[in-house]
């Protein structure tokens, strides 16, 4: 089956045709490390992570997955004057707040993670080679910027479909060394309130980094000068992803075959963002609800469509969450922790689903068919077909990075194996001592060991097949 996805650049679904055969290159646009992250800004990481896991799972493809760190920009040497604190001590500080908040979603770690700072040679490269192409200049006002001639460039604009008469100024910099108000900064020139290390010598003048310029030389760098894919939120569009197209192609790279975006976390209609006030850090989160479960949230919906965020929202994934691990348990007794078998295949409406642009809503509809028929095996005592479903149900959730054995969601390893089938063992004594009492009519008894077990967080339910039991989750768990 052919694996297609949407391109941003032809408004079109496309059959994924990678550079070369059998491998995947992404790069994703990653943080911009001024403030610690939100639940908003993680959507993109979460996303990708998806497309990366079907990518390698699905397909089989050796996939290099780059997400860069913005490690220097305007608005964090902003938020350091305004803190008193060094940009580098500020920027380091939210960049390992941004690294813990995506491990505790489980996001997969990237093929490697480039910081901006560490780049600014192959920066200054593809500056030099724009300039000599005649499609950017430096202004004779000895400021140091460098800028891109958009008018230089017949397709600027084509990946939001608009003409530069339409665009609003580049406000990325001073205007007055432009030759048009909407050509972007390649380089900012040093002012004199900034920190000296925050700026790098070039032939042009000592200054730093625009953002667009750092995106194109990182992708090509450990991508080359064509590769599959790039992708990052859809209000990257434009100017970033614009103005990354332009001055890559420009130089004469082919630069990235497909782009994709991921739509907005929002909030009563309105995008996620802390000029709103209503933003939701992760670390806050998933101390007051289970990782999983937040994961579950931001998973759930098609990439391409908005995440509205409500009171509640996120205790409707724990419940759903806790339905796909109890049906587990359940169909694999004695498991802990569980990665999907290498051969396990996935469902062919499973793999129809993620094979037409990622369609999570519609392989998480399998899932809990899945998990539905799964139950009913084990109520008609069937334990050998359910356990057949629950592996395939593991090797989908996995896909999607919501599998509730996966050892991400368990801290304890080997430990939690043992402690797992402890559990296990003990609860199914207490089990068949509350039916003995209860076919000695004993029912004093037999209640006293559920309200036991319910004080211990677990919790007992009775069925045609049998007794069933869950633990009883607190948000955070």
């Not at 931001?298 to 109890?326: C, D, P």
């Amino acid at each position: 089956m052919t694996l297609r996805l949407f391109d941003s650049l032809t408004r079109e679904l496309r059959d994924f045709v990678p550079v070369v055969p059998g491998k995947a290159g992404i790069y994703i646009c990653g943080l911009t490390t001024q403030a610690p992250p939100h639940i908003g800004h993680v959507r993109f990481a979460v996303a990708f992570d998806v497309l990366r896991r079907w990518l390698e799972r699905g397909h089989g493809y050796d996939v290099t997955l780059i997400r860069n760190v913005t490690d220097i920009d305007d608005k964090i040497l902003a938020k350091s004057a305004e803190a008193g604190e060094p940009w580098f001590a500020l920027s380091y500080r939210n960049e390992m707040e941004t690294a813990d908040a995506l491990e505790a979603l489980g996001v997969l770690p990237p093929t490697y993670e480039p910081r901006a700072t560490g780049h600014v040679t192959e920066m200054v490269e593809l500056m030099e080679t724009l300039v000599e192409r005649g499609h950017a200049y430096a202004p004779t006002d000895e400021s140091g910027d460098v800028y891109f001639d958009v008018r230089s460039w017949p397709s600027y604009g084509e990946l939001t479909h608009q003409s530069v008469e339409d665009m609003s100024d580049a406000e990325d910099a001073d205007p007055r060394g432009k030759r048009d108000p909407r050509d972007f900064a390649l380089w900012k020139g040093r002012k004199e309130n900034e920190p000296a290390t925050a700026s790098w010598p070039t032939p042009f003048g000592t200054g730093r980094p625009g953002w667009h310029l750092e995106c194109s030389a990182m992708a090509r760098k450990y991508l080359g000068d064509t590769f599959d894919i790039h992708g990052g939120g859809v209000d990257l569009r434009f100017p970033h992803h614009e103005n990354e197209v332009a001055q890559s192609r420009a130089a004469g790279l082919g630069f990235a075959n497909y782009w994709l975006h991921n739509a907005w976390v929002t909030m009563g209609g309105e995008k996620m963002s802390k000029s709103l006030g209503n933003s939701l850090r992760v670390s806050t989160v998933v101390d007051e609800y289970r990782p999983l479960a937040v994961r579950y949230y931001l998973t759930a919906a098609h990439y391409r469509s908005t995440v509205e965020y409500h009171e509640g929202s996120i205790e409707e994934s724990a419940t759903t969450v806790e339905r796909i691990e109890g049906f587990l348990r359940r169909a694999l007794p004695g498991v802990g922790t569980m990665l999907p078998d290498a051969g396990t295949e996935f469902p062919a409406e499973f793999r129809e689903a993620m094979d037409d642009d990622l369609g999570v809503s519609d392989a998480l509809a399998v899932i809990h068919q899945a998990v539905r028929a799964g139950n009913i095996a084990l109520d008609d005592g069937d334990q050998d077909d359910a356990a057949a479903i629950a592996r395939q149900v593991v090797a989908m959730t996995d896909v999607l990075g919501v599998n509730p054995l996966d050892p991400a969601w368990s801290s304890g390893g080997d430990d939690a194996d043992d402690a797992s089938s402890a559990l296990d063992a003990l609860v199914a004594e207490r089990i068949a001592a509350r039916s003995a009492a209860r076919s000695a009519r004993d029912y004093d008894t037999a209640d006293a060991i559920r309200d036991e077990l319910t004080a211990a967080g677990i919790a007992l339910e009775d069925t045609a097949a049998g007794v069933r039991w869950s633990l009883i989750r607190s948000k955070g768990d």
